[in-house]
Nanobody, 121 residues
Framework: QVQLEESGGGLVQAGGSLRLSCAAS????????MGWFRQAPGKEREFVAR????????SYADSVKGRFTISRDNAKNTVYLQMNSLKAEDTAVYYC??????????????WGQGTQVTVSS
């Protein structure tokens, strides 16, 4: 069992940066691949980024590639999402998830409650 809690969201101007954190409880965090997803109003939840257990392999949605960076610190049971050059279309609730190394949300086993990111243009 893994419990996840996101933080770091907020209101930022277009072109700005935010760093999201996802703190995990439980001893098995380092056994899980991690993902970040987002959901805008009226839209389906979409994949943003994922990272393997070791942190050595990552992948990104095309819409965020080159702007967002996912990382993890297994000693701190935390996964991060550094978001640079933010755009209005990045506005959404951002969720972290633990599970298989997948871009499909339904395949993940555990979810956080989400953190709101709002980018003003």
């Amino acid at each position: 069992q893994v419990q996840l809690e996101e933080s770091g969201g907020g209101l930022v101007q277009a072109g700005g940066s935010l760093r999201l954190s996802c703190a995990a409880s439980g001893r098995t965090f380092s056994s899980y691949n991690m993902g970040w997803f987002r959901q805008a109003p009226g839209k389906e939840r979409e994949f943003v980024a994922r990272i393997t257990v070791s942190g050595l392999t990552t992948s990104y949605a095309d819409s965020v590639k080159g702007r967002f960076t996912i990382s993890r610190d297994n000693a701190k049971n935390t996964v991060y999402l550094q978001m640079n050059s933010l755009k209005a279309e990045d506005t959404a609730v951002y969720y972290c998830a633990a599970g298989p190394y997948s871009i499909v949300a339904l395949r993940y086993d555990f979810w956080g409650q989400g953190t709101q990111v709002t980018v003003s243009s």
